[in-house]
């Protein structure tokens, strides 16, 4: 039987072969993701690996990715050389103080920006993100003789305070985020009777939960992995951040590896823990802020 115009069966192999093609481009952009993901994840499998490898491993040719022998004497080293559970404490209180500060000063920022209509909002707002566009090198020398002067030096209270005056790109993040809460539904509970603080506190909190955790977790590991603050404004030993003393343990022992790696896991782990248990948290709030 002979296939008219209007026939609605394949010509051919017109079919399979365009399900061909598009199974060798799903093909592709799966080995494409995979390929990428190893080239991210291989220096930090190499860094566990070498944490676990004797001396002789290490250098060994060919090289291995993983020891022949696994060994926690490296994680013993680390232990035995710094006093990594007091800088430990002294990062923790740091990042936790940090996300508190944060979590205080810029939702309440952002939720003015967003939602309460007043004059100057939008002059602030520029301002808000000029200043992330400004080096922190060019703050650097007057933030640390305004420091110097209040007598605040060689504290934390340098590192933390300025988390509690807001962050200036969470701030426009979790702005970008509240701009999706309904107008409508804020104008129900004003009619009602409900103060601004309690609008803030009963609607809009709740409804940003996945904002703030992902605000949260920025914060804690810029916190946590900072290194230039720390470096300036501590000088008592018992003071340091992991970061300081992950850098003055390679200082010590530039030429063993093993446990610049092991100390190197030690710091990573806690940063990693945190974002692999709020992942979707964070995935949701990132795209939600860049729907927006």
Do not use: C, H
């Amino acid at each position: 039987m002979a296939l008219t115009a209007t026939d609605p069966r394949p010509i051919g192999g017109a079919r399979p072969r365009a399900a061909r093609r598009r199974a060798a481009r799903t093909t592709a952009r799966y080995l494409a993701v995979w390929l990428l993901a190893l080239a991210f994840v291989f220096p930090f499998l190499s860094m566990l690996s070498t944490a676990f490898k004797l001396p002789d491993d290490i250098f060994s040719a060919p090289p291995s990715l993983w020891p022949t022998e696994w060994t926690l004497q490296n994680f013993v080293a680390v232990f035995d050389e710094i006093p990594f559970w007091q800088y430990l404490l002294n990062t923790v209180v740091i990042a936790g103080l940090s996300v508190l500060g944060m979590l205080i000063a810029s939702p309440l920022v952002a939720y003015s920006l967003s939602k309460i209509g007043w004059r100057g909002q939008r002059p602030l707002l520029v301002i808000v993100m000029a200043t992330m566009m400004l080096p922190p090198q060019v703050t650097m020398i007057p933030l640390f003789l305004m420091w110097n002067a209040l007598g605040a030096t060689n504290s934390i209270i340098p590192l933390v305070a300025p988390a509690f005056f807001g962050t200036p790109f969470l701030i426009f993040m979790l702005r970008q985020f509240l701009t999706s809460v309904p107008n409508e539904l804020l104008q129900a509970a004003r009619i009602d009777g409900a103060s601004e603080l309690r609008i803030y506190w009963s609607i809009v909190l709740p409804q940003a939960r996945p904002a703030l955790i992902t605000a949260a977790i920025f914060q804690f590991v810029w916190a946590w992995t900072d290194f230039l603050n720390p470096l300036i404004y501590l000088n008592d030993a018992n003071k340091y951040t992991l970061s300081i003393g992950l850098y003055s343990f390679f200082g010590e022992r530039n030429l063993e590896w093993g446990p610049l790696m092991a100390a190197s896991v030690l710091f990573t782990l806690p940063a990693l823990v945190l974002f692999v248990v709020f992942q979707r948290y964070f995935v949701g709030g990132v795209g939600a802020g860049a729907l927006k």
